[in-house]
């Protein structure tokens, strides 16, 4: 099926197909974290709780907390989320180590292999108070590498709208 004769439903309904055996479901209507969330988030965009999905279920490695899933009709547009949301410190290898395991998860795994699938990354950081202000400039210095790139890792205050992501 080629992306330009693919609606953005079909794509959804296939991403959602690749992810039905996720008990429970993984595909969530909401992203967050106690008061950590992503808020207004449009009918054009999916979230995936990395904690419910059938992925990440070894346990072994490390993970991100959401990929969210954002089409839009240009394909150039469409893009992957990958967010690691923090209410305390943490060091700073450990949450690049988990977004850095998102990335290389999207790139590996069939279930994120999809007709129309997203080929640019916006890896981020939400965070509530208590994490230093040193470790915030240093999480915004890393990079994180996708599709033969290194994307930038944005770091946010939350609860955030989810078109302040686009920003």
Known sequence: MDRRHA??????????????NCKPACIAR????????????????RCLDC???????SGAGKKPDFILL????????????????????GHVSDIVEQL?????????????AFEGAPRHLRP??????????????????????FGGKQWPVRVSRCPIPFADLLT
């Open 100 to 112: 850095q395991a998102g990335a290389d998860t999207i790139q590996a795994d069939q279930r994120f």
């Open 7 to 20: 609606s953005l439903a079909e794509i959804f309904e296939n991403f959602q197909r690749l992810h039905e």
């Open 51 to 57: 904690d419910k999905c059938q992925v990440f279920a």
């Open 124 to 145: 981020g950081v939400l965070h509530e108070r208590g994490i230093h202000a040193a470790d915030l400039q240093a999480l915004s210095r890393k990079r994180i590498s």
């Open 70 to 89: 954002y089409l839009q009709e240009d394909p150039a547009e469409s893009l992957w989320f990958i967010v690691e949301m923090k209410s305390r410190a």
């Open 30 to 45: 909401k992203c967050g974290r106690g008061t950590c969330s992503i808020s207004k988030v449009p009918s054009q965009a």
